[in-house]
């Protein structure tokens, strides 16, 4: 199988790929990753009835959760790194793994029809996943949680944004019907030291300001953007799993004052321009950012994705969120973030860390002091590179 790291390629009218800049490389070679990546998953989450959790799992996992602490735990499961080592150490943590190793380490999907989508099922299954006894165990070699009800329940804005909260990353099933929540075995995890530390950054900076280009960095919920990725996706991968309806049950859960959920839309402008040349859609819940699914437009020596990308890593720190989200983090696949500096967490570890920062799910009264996230503002990057580490400090 080809990969997006093939430098004898071409890019339109004959150029060759080795003459452009090292910023313009990475942007084709994440395009190119992005054309591949809808056909690569799908095919992998193609689960079959082997890999199911069976409704005896949940009922023995569960009968097991309710059992006296102490239950022998499964001598194959691994302990993860920083349980291991009793340390939270970032270091710890590699910046690649292959689309093989990702989804080898989790391949179930739990299915049961008594599995209703609401809150306190979804606690049970957490609570379920953090018990050691071999039923547990084997349901938690599942990445993909589907519970049942009618697309009301299944949709429900609320529970949506619970599963967010949870750690969860939904995606859609192939027909875009119903959402399809993953709790991946790794998540790609970017904080502040490593953004920094990354070379690719770090020349991002100093060619923003060394360029004195001006950008905005616009964030604003609209459908307009959700149009945008959707016909990006939809030429470049024949599909786009975050649907209209997906899109909409954000927007309502964004809009739910007694939850901790936000919902964004984010676009790179230039200084002058009336159209949008990047953006994406992502959430907030407490002080952590979490990407779902970007865009770009057509490509230029300019590298509009990742000066969009480098911009919206200042935004979010000065913001003071504790750590951005990025999802899946597999290699070749997914280059473009660990070219942001970007660590590969275990399902566990990065748990511990969103718990540590996602704060309550029920927003407090009104008068209690709480983390605001993003919200409808324009940022300006003279602004934002203002502030940003020095040339000689980085």
Known sequence: MATATTTTS???????????????QAEVRRLQSERKLAKQVKKKAKLGPEDAATESDVVAAVAAAKAPSGAAADPKARPSASAAEGTEDEEEFPDRISMDEYFEACRG??????LEANEENLALVMSVLQKKDPHSVQLSRCNYFQFAGGPKKVWDPVFHAKLAWEG???ITS????????????????LTWPNFYKSRHVR????RLRKGGKEYRLVSSWTQDCWKRLNDYHVVQNQTNWLTLKYFGTMQA???????????????????????????????????????LSGWTGAR???????????????????????????????????EYKRQLGHRIYPRQ??????????????????????????????????????????????
């Open 203 to 206: 020349k991002t900076l100093q």
């Open 10 to 24: 071409t890019t339109s009218g004959n150029t060759p790929f080795e003459s452009l800049s090292t910023e313009v």
């Open 300 to 334: 230029t020596s300019e590298a509009f994705g990742t000066i969009q990308l480098v911009l919206l890593g200042r935004c979010l720190e000065k913001k003071g969120y504790a750590f951005w989200s990025l999802g899946h983090c597999y290699s070749p696949q997914m």
């Open 349 to 394: 570890d990065f748990l511990k860390l969103l718990h540590k920062h996602r704060g309550d799910f029920r927003r407090p009264t009104a008068g209690s002091e709480v983390f605001e996230p993003l919200h409808d503002e324009t940022l300006m990057s003279s602004d934002l590179l203002a502030e940003a580490p020095p040339d000689e400090a980085m």
């Open 253 to 291: 859960a964004s809009r739910d004052p007694s939850i901790n959920f936000r919902g964004h839309c984010l676009e790179l402008y230039t200084e002058e321009g009336t159209e949008p040349v990047a953006g994406e859609i992502g959430f907030s819940v407490g002080k952590v950012y979490t990407s």
């Open 174 to 189: 192939s027909r875009g019907r119903e959402p399809l929540p993953e709790l991946q075995p790794f998540y790609g995890v």
């Open 168 to 170: 969860f990353f939904t």
């Open 109 to 114: 999907c739990l299915r049961d029809p008594n």
